[in-house]
């Protein structure tokens, strides 16, 4: 089974921008990898999500034209750049193998979460 680290978060003023990382070991095997987020009190929700095959992507409306996925396939390693942060961007995100599968939001292992706070 895979394991999923995430490093990169933090606390960030708003307009800020910080870029959390997600590092995948052990049986590497699945075609999508992403962010989930939650709030407290809240379902988690889908932030973005990008194949590991062709590299296509997807956002959640919320963070469309802020937040960049990326992978790099021969470190097993994703990332999200988050630009122009807000505070309702504030929750604790999660890294998440095979999120989207071109139609809705799932889910396959789940790493630990990272807090990220955007306040002033």
């Known amino acids: 089974q895979v394991q999923l680290v995430e490093s990169g978060g933090g606390w960030v003023q708003p307009g800020g921008s910080l870029r959390l990382s997600c590092a995948a070991s052990?049986?590497?095997?699945?075609?999508?990898i992403g962010w989930f987020r939650q709030v407290p009190g809240k379902e988690r929700e889908g932030v973005s999500c990008?194949?590991?095959?062709?590299?296509?992507?997807h956002y959640a409306d919320s963070v469309e034209g802020r937040f960049t996925i990326s992978r790099d396939s021969d470190k097993n390693t994703a990332f999200l750049q988050m630009n122009s942060l807000e505070p309702e961007d504030t929750a604790v995100y999660y890294c998440?193998?095979?999120?989207?599968?071109?139609?809705?939001?799932?889910?396959?292992?789940w790493g630990q979460g990272i807090q990220v706070t955007v306040s002033s």
């Open positions: 052990g049986f590497v095997d699945y075609y999508g």
């Open positions: 998440v193998t095979n999120c989207w599968d071109g139609r809705e939001w799932r889910n396959g292992t």
């Open positions: 990008i194949h590991m095959g062709d590299a296509s992507t």
